[in-house]
């Protein structure tokens, strides 16, 4: 909410754009070809050998169906049925026995005269629209970079959340053009934050995003941030009945598994504690802890809380502008991620929105003060491994031969799995840490004139 112009110190200057011609041209649609290359030979290696594509999905962390593009599928499936007047937040004949658990918005959004049997042209444009997305990132500063942006692009969560044709892949896209529009004039970038809104009020996590208006000057802010309050109070009104039914049918997994949230280390060791009250299944919130899951709950979330309050002055005075293209792209990404995590447990579909964290994450590593530097690199590093750790996990327990999957967990299946997870914990804390140091200085100017 800074009047002042955006500017930033020495070290926070944009650093310069890699070279045009072919060098930039392949910087720019490079990552986007290799995606459609490794999601051919992956649907190719499905036509070809079934029993080898599952392999692979489990060693990805990934529950392989025998239908593709199921999740789009449900959902279309859902709309018909909803047209019909069947209830879909119950389970159903029409439904297959299962239910919908997204925003009652999305049904309404929708409306179309689709079915299941749309799946496969709908998951198309899914993917046309995500990988076309890819385009938008900024330009890459560096060969470095161009390898870290191949690494997360092309890893098991995106080829993960395609081979599904998730919602999150379309969200994903909406909000990269979001990210766009918000470096545009003051009518586009309301435009932008108009399309948070818009899948804010079809799946609820994107509303994390909407954090990015604090970036405008004041009397933006406030008119934009109440528009958006404003408008998100309406939807719950007028959908209450059916938003409390989602909410309260969210599904709870695995903790072993592939999931991310920062309840995976009370509910797992609950789990492991007592295998047998395993409630794999359950819904938000329904945990049935006892006294000492809650307390190590509670000392977990009273650490981060430290670890975060106590990292902000790391970051401060030396990030890149908030206004900035890539930063933009990283504080909606990284909301996202950091909302979800401390939320609710998330399938690792959704940790494609890494993907926008990385062009900031890559300016911050070249423009940042010297100490910070290596910092920033060693978050960099935990973002590719927490994206590609199923594969080393595999790789890692197949050599050791044990189990790839945690079905039948071992002590060195539990040691991978904590160190994982506490990996997240840290890397979600750093997010939040740069987000709120990014953001504390558009604070001031209006705490002065208010």
Sequence with gaps: MNDAPASGNKAAAEAPPVPGGHMGLIARFGPSLVLVLAFAALALLRHANLEL???????????????????????????????????????????????????????????????????????????????ASLTLLPAVQSVQELWVRLAVIISPAT????????????????????????????????????????????????????????????????????????????????????????????????????????????????VLRAPGDFFGGMHLFKYNFTWFDIALFTLLRLGALLLFVTTIPLYRDHLPPLRSHAMGLFVIGAAILVGCFFTVQSANYREIFFILTVPGLSLMAATCAPELQRRMHIIIAAVVFTLWQPFVRGILFAGLGLFANYDALGFPQFIFWLCRELLFWWLMIQFAAIIAASVLPELRPWRVRR
């Design 159 to 270: 080829l993960y959340a395609l081979e599904r044709a998730n919602l999150d892949a379309t969200i994903f896209a909406i909000c990269m053009l979001a990210g766009w529009l918000l470096g545009r004039n003051l009518l586009l970038r309301m435009l932008g934050y108009g399309l948070i809104l818009l899948v804010a009020l079809a799946k609820f996590y994107p509303v994390f995003a909407l954090i990015s208006i604090i970036r405008e000057r004041t009397f933006v802010f406030v008119t934009a941030a109440a528009t958006c309050f404003g408008l998100l109070l309406l939807g719950l009104l007028v959908f209450k009945a059916q938003t409390s039914s989602a909410l309260a049918i969210i599904p709870q997994g695995w903790p072993f598994g592939g999931l991310f949230g920062s309840i995976n280390i009370p509910y797992g060791i609950r």
């Design 53 to 131: 594509y599952f392999q692979f999905q489990q060693w990805t962390d990934h529950a392989a169906d025998y239908t593709p593009f199921v999740d789009i599928q449900a959902i279309l499936q859902a709309e018909s049925c909803w047209q019909q007047g069947v209830n879909v937040y119950a389970p159903s004949a029409c439904m297959g026995g299962g239910f919908f658990n997204y925003s009652p918005f999305l049904l309404w959004l929708m409306h179309l005269p689709l079915s299941g049997a749309d799946a496969v042209p709908a998951a198309i444009i899914t993917g046309l629209l995500f990988i």
